[in-house]
């Protein structure tokens, strides 16, 4: 092996070495979305798929966001994985954290086309794998447009939504740690609907709220008001108690919401309230603010929370909201424009008497959660490692290039001028064939090509290597977007 091979052999490690890195900080924008999943799991927010805001088309995209450090969202650094993905385009799936140690993603369900598309896939954020699961079923069906709600003991609760174009109200419950399913009763269940508001409450209990029983409603692009068909009333809400089996109906008071559906419902942090956020529409009824509202659980009664911030944003639908921190953090959606709004809101909720949107996100955890485990804390330091590495390698790999670069310039010289007197000392009779350049062909990201002269075609006779025009031109990089 030629000591030219080596050298352009070495040459091309640490090109490699350089592009791949160069790629892995390559910011990465998500498209717009709504009808996604958002899944908070060790300090990071993965966001999986849905439906494109500006054309409606099914999206695959698979990526998430850091929150262990503090961000603005106007600055947004998302990780792009999805090309690990396994889980075909859909729509309006269900997800939830659980598992046997409550660190895995589950996904539910969905509207696909995709024939092949199981009903139940995990996400191992440790290991950055998907696998599609076989369960044990005896009545599990595919539904969509539902809200799942994951339970204390690692039970999924799939009720209502659409199956079959059909709207059902049936109860299907999954055990994520033993990969069975169940069901649970459909007695004094509220009506038939989809894209309504569920929330886990403290004592194993789920409240269910508003949502559309009609599968041809419309609305407004630019109010969000529904056009076309009534979404129903959020005067009641429906209790399902997950350890007794059985429903309960409230009557609310108040300043009760105007119908709607598409909307996001979360615990507040003192367990005492349920927030809800955005949706389409009826008429709201003269009320000032139609975006937010609380529904306090001592006496269920509705009222509008005085709000302050910088700036107010839109109602947005088919959103999704997740409580990090101190924060409502509410991902994407359907009826604010990218260009003006960030993809992310944030609303302060840890002062009852006062909610404030910003744009500043602080990780600091508020008394009344428990602090960061110990595997959050390693995965911090370790995706913070990854990055310092990453920069460290791109700067050695820039050295790297630079040294042998020159050192290979010299080497040839030296070699050319050399070949030149041994030529002289033999009368002169020199036999020099330049080197053919590379070809132009189209690779994939991080390949290269070289142009090495094959000395044992010439059969004894003496090769000498001249430099092109512009320097030594061994590699050509073709980096596609």
Not at 230 to 246: G, P, R, W
Not at 257 to 276: H, K
């Amino acid at each position: 092996m030629s000591k030219n091979f080596l050298v352009y052999f070495l040459l091309w490690i640490l090109l490699q070495v350089l592009v791949d890195v160069n790629c892995q900080l390559t910011p990465f924008k998500p498209s717009g979305m709504f009808r996604h999943t958002a899944t908070f799991i060790d300090n990071k927010l993965y966001i999986l798929s849905g439906s494109e805001t500006s054309t409606g088309n099914i999206i695959r995209e698979f990526f998430y966001l850091d929150v262990s450090i503090p961000f603005n969202t106007q600055e947004l650094s998302w990780k792009d994985l999805s090309k690990i993905s396994i889980v075909p385009f859909h729509t309006d799936a269900v997800s939830a954290k659980s598992g046997a140690k409550n660190d895995t993603l589950f996904l539910y369900g969905g509207l696909s086309s995709v024939s092949t598309m199981a009903l139940v896939y995990t996400f191992d954020p440790q290991h950055i794998v998907w696998n599609s699961q076989v369960t044990t079923e005896i009545n599990a069906t595919r539904k969509y447009g539902l809200t799942g709600v994951i339970d204390y003991s690692g039970k999924l609760y799939l009720w209502g939504g659409i199956s079959n174009n059909i709207i059902v109200n049936d109860m299907l419950i999954f055990d994520t740690i033993n990969f069975s399913w169940g069901k649970g009763s459909s007695v004094n269940a509220p009506t038939q609907r989809y894209h309504f508001g569920a929330t886990l409450l403290p004592n194993n209990k789920i409240i269910y709220m508003g949502g559309v029983d009609d599968i041809t409603s419309s609305f407004y692009i630019e109010t969000l008001y529904i056009s076309k068909g009534t979404a129903l009333s959020l005067k009641e809400v429906y209790i399902y108690d997950t350890i007794n089996d059985n429903w309960d109906t409230k009557i609310t008071t108040g300043k009760i919401p105007s119908n709607r559906s598409g909307f996001s419902t979360i615990l507040g942090l003192d367990g005492q309230r349920i927030i809800i956020y955005g949706g389409v529409f009826n008429d709201p009824g003269g009320y000032v603010d139609t975006t937010l509202y609380v529904l306090d659980l001592t006496n269920f009664n509705w009222d509008i929370p005085k709000i302050t911030g910088n700036t107010i944003p839109k109602p947005r639908a088919w959103h999704k909201a997740n409580v990090i921190s101190k924060y409502m953090v509410i991902t994407f959606g359907y009826g604010y424009n990218r260009a003006v709004d960030s993809d992310i809101l944030l609303l302060d909720i840890s002062n009852n008497e006062e909610y404030v949107w910003t744009t500043s996100f602080d990780p600091s955890v508020p008394k009344s959660s428990p602090p960061p485990s110990s595997s959050q804390t390693s995965n911090n330091s370790s995706d913070n490692s990854k990055m310092v590495g990453a920069i460290v390698g791109s700067l050695l790999s820039g050295i790297f290039l630079s040294v042998g670069g020159f050192f290979l310039y010299k080497w040839n010289k030296k070699r050319q001028s050399q070949n030149n007197i041994n030529n002289y000392n033999n009368h002169g009779q020199e036999k020099a064939i330049p080197t053919e350049g590379s070809k132009n062909e189209n690779i994939t990201n991080h390949e290269a090509v070289s142009a090495i002269v094959n000395n044992d075609n010439y059969y004894g006779q003496e090769v000498v290597t001249t430099p092109t025009s512009d320097g030594f031109k061994f590699f050509k990089f073709l980096n596609k977007k």
